[in-house]
């Protein structure tokens, strides 16, 4: 069955930096476009980073781009999002997501098929 898994969320002050990792099982993350989302209170989920299959071309939201790196270890089945540099309105829960085949263009919420329960991420001064 299909199971994706977030964790490393937590709380962390401005400036500090996180590792996410999304476990994935029931598929091979390889042929697979995976993104990240993030929720804050009261807002829409947004996309923040996607991978897509094979070769693993990035996209970012224009807000995290210097800041987060999207990767992934095959290997492992693991998707993974650095984040550095930390920023108050970078708190939310964030989202694993993933969809067969690669990234569709602006890779919208819909576009995915399968999704984790989320991580917490506190940004605080």
């Known amino acids: 069955q299909v199971q994706l898994v977030e964790s490393g969320g937590g709380s962390v002050q401005t400036g500090g930096s996180l590792r996410l990792s999304c476990v994935v099982s029931?598929?091979?993350?390889?042929?697979?476009?995976m993104g990240w989302f993030r929720q804050a209170p009261g807002k829409e989920r947004e996309g923040v980073a996607a991978?897509?299959?094979?070769?693993?071309?990035?996209y970012y939201t224009d807000s995290v781009k210097g800041r987060f790196t999207v990767s992934r270890d095959n290997d492992k089945n693991i998707l993974y999002l650095q984040m550095s540099s930390l920023e108050s309105d970078d708190t939310g829960m964030y989202y694993c997501?993933?969809?067969?085949?690669?990234?569709?263009?602006?890779?919208?919420?819909?576009?995915?098929?399968?999704w984790g329960q989320g991580t917490q991420v506190i940004v605080s001064s």
């Open positions: 029931g598929f091979t993350i390889n042929g697979y476009c």
């Open positions: 997501a993933a969809n067969l085949g690669y990234c569709t263009a602006g890779w919208p919420r819909a576009y995915f098929r399968y």
């Open positions: 991978i897509s299959r094979g070769p693993g071309g990035t």
